[in-house]
């Protein structure tokens, strides 16, 4: 059996019907909830089948934090439901990366 390692990758459905595709980086549980830190995944060059150039400063482009939360026996992300919880949950996720990165040099 072959294991196939690359990024963890999760495709969501907006409001609006849209799918877009997330890059799973951490996850964590706090206060009984799941909170997962995804990046959206950077498209591909079809003729170099290298990363196409992403701005940095593209809202559309940064961290995403969404939670787990379930709604008719069936588990859903969703985003979170206040600035104070994506703040408190945003620091726990900052704390570890660099804990890692400390840990790692």
Known sequence: MEDSFGPDLITVTDEEGNDFEL??????EHQGITYYAM???????EATGQPKDVDADDEEYG??????IVENGEELLSTLDSDEELDTVY????ERFFQDE???S
Not at 23 to 28: C, K, M, N
Not at 39 to 45: G, M, R
Not at 91 to 94: A, D, I, P, W
């Open 39 to 45: 990046f959206p995944t950077v498209e591909e060059d």
């Open 91 to 94: 620091e726990l996720f900052m």
């Open 102 to 104: 400390a840990e790692g």
């Open 63 to 68: 961290l995403i934090i969404m939670k787990t």
């Open 23 to 28: 890059e799973l980086v951490d996850s964590l």
